[in-house]
């Protein structure tokens, strides 16, 4: 493929996107399609989930390791019921995600994006149950008020397997004579009643109640073939899978019947174990002596169902912070049927049934944040699709529960609906016993879809764990640049730099310097001077005058955390490395005040954007100061227990948002400095608050907020601190985040991380742009262990950032004047036809050389063989690995000195350019 092959490509997608409003997206992306807000308002307050199984151990109970509630052989419930995550705000906040890579998912927000069929004969009841046949040739639900339908699907030219499909229409089938298959609902309030139903393993009976008579039907010919009425009402129902005969019953009071139909009779019955009705049963396949029961308070049993006859162990599932354990929960078994997929509206979980140990928790959040309807396995186990009450259907990885693919309702529902006030959302999802990606879902409104993916696509979504360097080829919708050599982007050192770590790295607002605070306490400011061919970049003094050193004679500088901040108009310098906060004169690094009353070491400071007289100083012992220069009032501000990491103001909602070293975020009202509310980050399975920093920073909108913790970046609604967007990089502890701000446009975010790559994401969505490893911007000699550990954006062009280094060094780095952004370079390896192209160059260069040798002599070969290998860089550069040790040689690509020709500026000499 030609450069300007990959053009037309692009511009390909680009048009699809427009006319699918389909998107890639990182998890947590919130906005949505215009089809999609006119669901989006949609809201349930209550559901249904679908029939579910679980698995047990066959060995004694053993205590639970994962925090859940386990009760023994006879015991009681211990009381263990703790909460996931505990959050003190006003907004109030659900459970925290159980996330550890980055990855990315598909939307399905339009019909065109999927193929889809309803059955036709529905009614307006809603559907509470829905089966796939074991066959796979018909789909059978009931309904609330009772009555059973079963649609098949027709072997013909269109569809020659006769399998359920949605690319054509099924029947509704009846038999040529006999009645519907209606339960006995006589003198039974049907709002009142749970409908139940299962079909046998040969697809030949069904058993199913609505409150009334337990009924036994012959699927062929819809007689009822016996009825019997157990005390209490049942529930749930379930076959015993060696035997069709047998039948387990959950009932309203929390019992659990053994009834076999053959002889008419209950073979057993579990009274202890379940405090509310039954709302899941399923048996193992393996082992024929293990039943598994869910219940309305969010517990599960396991029991020995023939020989003992006994309770083998409990567990009560962990629920968020605020949550009473109510709601039906239900459960599944995994294929390999040593594991169970747990649904309750809280959450999906994921327990090994050996030990009844939690092994996976996912809760809904970001775009799927609505409470769980449903949930189910795929046929091979390796989905799980759950339906939600705002009308989402996420299709999740089983192994991890990470999301692949979500479909938004108006990929499903007619506009009419979309437009109504009538809620619609799937009640309840099944999946096909043959198809992995095909699922059906019963809806509020009676109606019944099967939902597949386009046959160009083949499956939902992509695999959910990317590697953060590659992106795996089925997107097919946007591309990560990789910048691994200086060729490929524009890198200048600032001259003059010292040992000393970077502390603090600030453009001046004028976007005409870089100012530095060292670990050591000195800052030093460097200026772009004007000059009509390339600016000098010095190291900027006064004409007279001491440079600007923070007082720090009795100062353990290992122990305290260095900070500054820098006035609107570019005048004052405020600075701190321990209790003293000097004032500086930026002009002429006069030192004007000194705070001296401070009881603790600074820890961040911030000016006031309305008043340079005024400015935020978070302290080592948790406390916030608002200090005045003019008046030198001090207002204490107290509710964090560690160390301030991150001030920020925002004017146009009239606060200041604080983080902290335990990963809390607090509101402060700027007139009243009265906290407003209180909010925990929600950090990744297994981490503690106290690992990290947190920091801070507004949108350019001022609404948003970015949050940095070394484990995660998050955007926040600032005005009621919900949790809009999370990206959370590895687990790997080589890619912590060090440091990350948003460009001067808020459009992109800069991060880096302490293997020293930066990545460049789409603030909107946190999508990753691009990525630039060290051999970029690092020299080749250069140790190990150096990385960003500050970042700091160019306040006018929003392409450009500067980076300071644990060695002391500070970089900044802009794309090539040829690229203009940090997108996707022609010359990266998008597609095999750049490995083409690079063969093509190689034949024509030896082809050149042949000549060249004939007619000019080695001396121009010398020339062009250095010429075509700069060239090669632009083709094989990308291609190779991305470690500190495979670059080409110095002379080729050493970093620029400041008079560097190729470090051009452009029409607007004053700013800092390269």
């Known amino acids: 493929m030609e450069a300007n092959d990959y053009s037309r490509f692009k511009v390909e997608l680009v048009d699809l996107k427009a006319s699918a409003n389909w998107g890639v997206n990182l998890l947590y992306k919130s906005p949505i399609g215009a089809r999609e807000d006119m669901a989006n308002h949609h809201r349930s307050d209550s559901g249904h989930s679908a029939e579910s199984p679980i698995d047990a151990s066959d060995d004694e109970s053993e205590p639970s390791k994962n925090g859940d509630s386990v009760e023994g052989e006879e015991g009681e419930s211990i009381d263990g019921d703790e909460d996931v995550e505990e959050y003190e705000s006003d907004a109030g906040h659900s459970s925290?995600?159980?996330?550890?890579?980055?990855?990315?998912?598909?939307?399905?927000?339009?019909?065109?994006?999927?193929?889809?069929?309803?059955?036709?004969?529905?009614?307006?009841?809603?559907?509470?149950?829905?089966?796939?046949?074991?066959?796979?040739?018909?789909?059978?639900?009931?309904?609330?008020?009772?009555?059973?339908?079963?649609?098949?699907?027709?072997?013909?030219?269109?569809?020659?397997?006769?399998?359920?499909?949605?690319?054509?229409?099924?029947?509704?089938?009846?038999?040529?004579?006999?009645?519907?298959?209606?339960?006995?609902?006589?003198?039974?309030?049907?709002?009142?009643?749970?409908?139940?139903?299962?079909?046998?393993?040969?697809?030949?009976?069904?058993?199913?109640?609505?409150?009334?008579?337990?009924?036994?039907?012959?699927?062929?010919?819809?007689?009822?073939?016996?009825?019997?009425?157990?005390?209490?009402?049942?529930?749930?129902?379930?076959?015993?899978?060696?035997?069709?005969?047998?039948?387990?019953?959950?009932?309203?009071?929390?019992?659990?019947?053994?009834?076999?139909?053959?002889?008419?009779?209950?073979?057993?019955?579990?009274?202890?174990?379940?405090?509310?009705?039954?709302?899941?049963?399923?048996?193992?396949?393996?082992?024929?002596?293990m039943l598994v029961s869910s219940s309305a308070d969010a517990q599960l049993c396991v029991w020995e169902i023939f020989g003992r006859w006994r309770k083998r162990i409990s567990v009560r599932i962990q629920l968020p912070a605020g949550k009473v354990h109510s709601g039906d929960t239900h459960v599944m078994f995994h294929t390999d049927q040593l594991h169970l997929l747990v649904t309750h509206e809280t959450q999906l979980a994921i327990y090994d049934t050996y030990n009844m140990e939690r092994k996976r928790q996912w809760f809904p959040q970001g775009c799927l944040s609505a409470r769980i309807s449903s949930a189910t396995y795929s046929c091979n186990s390796q989905l799980v699709y759950a339906s939600f009450v705002d009308g989402n259907i996420g299709v999740l990885d089983a192994d991890n529960l990470t999301l692949r693919c979500r479909i938004a309702p108006s990929a499903y529902l007619s506009q009419p609906i979309l437009n109504s006030k009538r809620v619609v959302y799937a009640v309840v999802i099944a999946a096909h016993p043959q198809e992995p990606n095909q699922l059906a879902i019963g809806l509020t409104n009676g109606s019944i879809k099967v939902i597949e993916p386009l046959e160009s696509e083949g499956e939902w979504g992509i695999s959910p764990l990317i590697d953060i360097e590659i992106l795996n080829d089925r997107t097919k919708l946007w591309e990560l640049t990789k910048i691994i050599d200086q060729v490929q982007c524009q890198v200048v050192s600032m001259p003059e730099c010292s040992d000393a770590k970077v502390s603090g790295l600030l453009y001046t607002n004028s976007g005409v310097g870089i100012l530095r605070l060292r670990s050591d306490s000195i800052q030093k400011l460097w200026k772009w001077s004007y000059n009509e061919q390339n600016p000098s970049k010095k190291n900027w003094k006064p004409n007279s005058g001491p440079s600007m050193i923070n007082d720090v004679p009795s100062v353990n500088l290992e122990e305290v955390a260095p900070c500054i901040a820098l006035s609107n108009d570019d005048s004052y310098i405020v600075s701190a490395v321990g209790k003293k906060v000097a004032l500086f004169n930026i002009m002429t690094s006069e030192v004007l005040k000194i705070i001296t009353t401070l009881p603790s070491a600074s820890t961040f400071l911030a000016f006031d954007p309305h008043d340079n007289n005024i400015i935020a100083i978070g302290t080592e012992k948790s406390s916030i100061y608002i200090y005045g220069w003019v008046n030198e009032e001090l207002i204490e501000l107290n509710e964090h227990l560690k160390p301030i990491t991150g001030l920020a103001f925002s004017t146009k909602l009239k606060m200041l948002v604080s983080g902290d070293a335990d990963a809390q975020l607090c509101v402060w009202n700027t007139n009243l400095w009265k906290k407003r509310r209180s909010v925990r980050i929600q950090l990744p399975s297994g981490k503690v608050p106290s690992e990290g920093d947190t920091h801070v920073m507004f949108h350019a909108d001022q609404l948003h907020l970015l949050v940095t913790h070394e484990t995660q970046l998050a955007i926040y609604d600032a005005s009621k601190m919900e949790l809009i967007h999370q990206c959370i990089p590895h687990v790997s502890p080589s890619m912590r985040i060090s440091s990350a701000t948003y460009s001067c446009n808020s459009q992109l975010i800069y991060a880096s991380f302490i293997d020293g790559n930066i990545g460049v994401l789409d603030a909107d969505t946190l999508r990753l742009k691009c990525r630039i490893v060290p051999s970029a911007y690092l020299s080749q000699n250069g140790s190990e262990d150096v990385y960003p550990l500050v970042i700091a954006a160019h306040p006018h062009e929003p392409n450009q950032f500067a980076v300071g280094l644990t060695d002391g060094s500070i970089k900044v780095i802009e794309p090539l004047k040829s690229q203009g952004n940090w997108e996707v370079s022609v010359s990266s390896p998008v597609d095999n036809g750049k490995k083409n192209g690079r063969l093509v160059w190689q034949v024509l260069r030896g082809t050149l050389a042949t000549i060249c040798l004939g007619l000019f002599g080695v001396g121009i070969i010398r020339i062009i063989q250095i010429k075509t290998r700069k060239s090669k860089m632009n083709f094989d550069g990308y291609m190779t690995d991305g470690s500190r040790t495979n670059r080409p040689d110095e002379t080729e690509k050493g970093e620029r000195e400041p008079n560097n020709p190729k470090a051009e500026f452009s029409a607007r000499p004053i700013k800092v350019r390269l």
């Not at 069904?206 to 157990?230: D, E, H, Q, W």
Request: charge should be neutral; hydrophobic fraction near 40%.
């Open 96 to 289: 925290g995600p159980n996330v550890t890579e980055l990855w990315e998912f598909t939307e399905i927000v339009d019909r065109v994006q999927c193929r889809m069929v309803s059955m036709p004969e529905c009614s307006d009841a809603k559907v509470f149950r829905l089966l796939y046949t074991n066959s796979g040739v018909g789909i059978l639900a009931l309904s609330s008020n009772g009555i059973q339908k079963l649609w098949k699907w027709p072997n013909n030219e269109q569809n020659p397997t006769g399998k359920a499909t949605a690319n054509s229409v099924p029947q509704h089938w009846q038999p040529t004579s006999g009645p519907f298959m209606i339960n006995d609902v006589i003198g039974v309030n049907l709002e009142k009643v749970v409908p139940c139903i299962d079909l046998s393993k040969n697809d030949s009976y069904i058993v199913s109640a609505a409150g009334g008579k337990i009924s036994l039907f012959n699927i062929m010919t819809y007689r009822v073939l016996t009825k019997f009425r157990p005390s209490p009402t049942p529930t749930f129902l379930v076959f015993y899978p060696w035997d069709n005969n047998i039948i387990a019953i959950g009932t309203e009071d929390g019992t659990i019947c053994i009834y076999n139909v053959k002889v008419d009779q209950v073979m057993v019955e579990f009274i202890k174990g379940h405090h509310k009705h039954i709302t899941g049963l399923a048996f193992s396949t393996t082992n024929r002596d």
